[in-house]
T-cell receptor, first 113, second 116 residues
Framework: SQTIHQWPATLVQPVGSPLSLECTVE??????LYWYRQAAGRGLQLLFY??????ISSEVPQNLSASRPQDRQFILSSKKLLLSDSGFYLC????????????FGSGTQLSVL | AQSVTQPDIHITVSEGASLELRCNYS??????LFWYVQSPGQGLQLLLK??????LVQGIKGFEAEFKRSQSSFNLRKPSVHWSDAAEYFC??????????????FGTGTRLKVLA
C-alpha cells in the first residue's frame, strides 16, 4: 500500500535561518506531489506542485522554493525564513494518471521566532 | 481560475442535530469536488468525492454531499451529528492544468463544534 512520510513533525526556527522539509512517498511511482501551507483562518494554500523529477510549478510568489530530486521525494526549502513563513505545512500526493484524490502526510508545524 | 468559498468559518450544532456545511466553487469546466476532514494537528482525510454521475454522493462516517451545477455548490450534510465529528472541514475543487495534472484548490475551512 502507498504511504507518505513527512518530517519533522514540529520545527522551531529563528528568523533568517534556512529551512528544509522533506516528504517521501512509498508504494507508488511517478506520483504528482504537492506542498500546501495552512495558516490560522486561511485554509490550505497551494504552494507548489510537481508532475515529475525536476518539474516544479509555483502557485504563489514567496520566500520558499521546492525541489524534486527523486521520483518520490519532494523538498520544501527556504534560504532565510521570515516570521510570515510560520504555519502548518502539508505534503500530499495523487496518483498518475488517474489523479483521483489527494493523500496527505501528517504535516509539519513550523514556528518562526 | 479555480476557487472555492466556504462561507461559514465556524458552525456549532448539538449532538444528534442535522448538519449542512456550505461550499461554492468556481471552475470553467466540470470540476472534481471533494470534502476533507482534519482533526487538530493532523493531516486531511477524504470524506467523499464527486467526479461525474449521480449528483448525490455518499461518503464515510455517514456524510453525503450534493452537487448542484446551477448553484455551483457542493454542500456537505449529515442527518445526525456525533461528538466525534467535531473537526475542521475543507471543500476542494480539482482542475486540470496545462501540464496535464490536477491542481487542487481548497476553501478556507469550516470549524465544526458539537455540543453535548
Amino acid at each position: 500500500s502507498q504511504t507518505i512520510h513527512q518530517w519533522p513533525a514540529t520545527l522551531v526556527q529563528p528568523v533568517g535561518s534556512p529551512l528544509s522539509l522533506e516528504c517521501t512517498v512509498e508504494g507508488t511511482s511517478n506520483p504528482n506531489l504537492y506542498w500546501y501551507r495552512q495558516a490560522a483562518g486561511r485554509g490550505l494554500q497551494l504552494l507548489f506542485y510537481s508532475v515529475g523529477i525536476g518539474q516544479i510549478s509555483s502557485e504563489v510568489p514567496q520566500n520558499l522554493s521546492a525541489s524534486r530530486p527523486q521520483d518520490r521525494q519532494f523538498i520544501l526549502s527556504s534560504k532565510k525564513l521570515l516570521l510570515s513563513d510560520s504555519g502548518f505545512y502539508l505534503c500530499a500526493w495523487s496518483g498518475s494518471p488517474t489523479n483521483e484524490k489527494l493523500f496527505f502526510g501528517s504535516g509539519t508545524q513550523l514556528s518562526v521566532l | 481560475a479555480q476557487s472555492v468559498t466556504q462561507p461559514d468559518i465556524h458552525i456549532t450544532v448539538s449532538e444528534g442535530a442535522s448538519l449542512e456545511l456550505r461550499c461554492n466553487y468556481s471552475y470553467g469546466a466540470t470540476p472534481y469536488l471533494f470534502w476533507y476532514v482534519q482533526s487538530p494537528g493532523q493531516g486531511l482525510q477524504l470524506l467523499l468525492k464527486y467526479f461525474s454521475g449521480d449528483t448525490l454522493v455518499q461518503g464515510i462516517k455517514g456524510f453525503e454531499a450534493e452537487f448542484k451545477r446551477s448553484q455551483s455548490s457542493f454542500n456537505l450534510r449529515k442527518p445526525s451529528v456525533h461528538w466525534s465529528d467535531a473537526a475542521e472541514y475543507f471543500c476542494a475543487v480539482g482542475g486540470l492544468t496545462t501540464s496535464g495534472t490536477y491542481k487542487y484548490i481548497f476553501g478556507t475551512g469550516t470549524r465544526l463544534k458539537v455540543l453535548a
